[in-house]
């Protein structure tokens, strides 16, 4: 999820595996992504917790999705979730924002 824009929507956060290297937890590093919302994936990988469920979900995300919502840690965010979509904010999107939004019933951005 980015920002601006995108508070009424938060639709990738509930569409796709979000997966990053376990340097990026805060056990690991200053400011990192709490431990305790992830899962491991490999020895070196882990993911944010939910985001693997039916139908996804992450953990971090508080809100209704398509009205209000928000990352719940969005300055200690992992890189996934900081590439993606970068001009979504601003009202611009990609494919993987639209088919997020489009999975929850929302129309794509504005190209
Ligand atoms: S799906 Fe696109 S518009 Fe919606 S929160 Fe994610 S980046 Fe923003
Ligand atoms: S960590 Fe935040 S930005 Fe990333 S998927 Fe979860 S709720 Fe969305």
Known sequence: ???????????????????????ELAGTTVGGVPDVMTVPVTGALVRMRGTDEGPPRCVALAGEIGVRAHCTIYSNRPSPCRDFAPYAALGIGEDACDRAR????????QP
């Open 1 to 23: 999820m980015s920002d601006d824009h995108c508070v009424r929507c938060g639709a990738c956060c509930a569409a796709f595996r979000v997966d990053f290297h376990r340097s």
């Open 102 to 109: 489009v999975r929850h019933g929302l129309p794509p951005l």
